[in-house]
């Protein structure tokens, strides 16, 4: 398959493109649906992603850690905030929730910002050449 399947791009939802595109969604919606009620969950917390990798302009990214899927199949709402950092360069927790929670998420998302305290000034670091 190249590229992305969207709906635009098919001939809609009857495609098989586009059905195996978007095949996971529901089942990745259930899924977490019955995670957060067998756990009683208000939220799940996850860190992002591993430290900044090096960019490879021939080989492509190799991101080696993300829960960033979680919420971007679900549907489900997320907020990200650096919480750590890992020598100069910052890690993120994603705050995931249930629907129509996203003030809820937005309120532990300052919480745990309170709590983390000052976080150091972005600032652009050298690049690292070949």
């Known amino acids: 398959m190249k590229g992305p399947v969207?709906?635009?791009a098919s001939?809609?939802?009857a495609d098989p493109l586009y059905q195996l595109a978007t095949a996971g969604i529901a089942t990745a919606r259930?899924?977490?649906a019955a995670e957060f009620e067998r756990r009683d969950l208000v939220a799940?917390?996850?860190p992002v992603n591993a430290p900044a990798w090096r960019n490879e302009l021939r080989a492509g990214d190799r991101i080696p850690v993300s829960s960033s899927s979680i919420a971007a199949v679900s549907?489900?709402?997320s907020v990200v905030i650096?919480?750590?950092m890992a020598g100069e360069l910052p890690l993120g927790v994603a705050i995931i929730g249930r629907p129509g929670t996203e003030a809820l998420l937005?309120?532990?998302a300052a919480l745990a910002e309170r709590l983390r305290g000052?976080?150091?000034e972005p600032r652009f670091l050298p690049t690292v050449a070949d």
Do not use: K, N
């Open 82 to 84: 650096p919480f750590a």
């Open 75 to 77: 549907g489900y709402p």
């Open 30 to 32: 259930s899924a977490l």
């Open 106 to 108: 937005l309120e532990i």
């Open 6 to 8: 969207s709906r635009e």
């Open 44 to 46: 799940l917390v996850a």
């Open 118 to 120: 000052p976080f150091p």
């Open 11 to 13: 001939s809609g939802p």
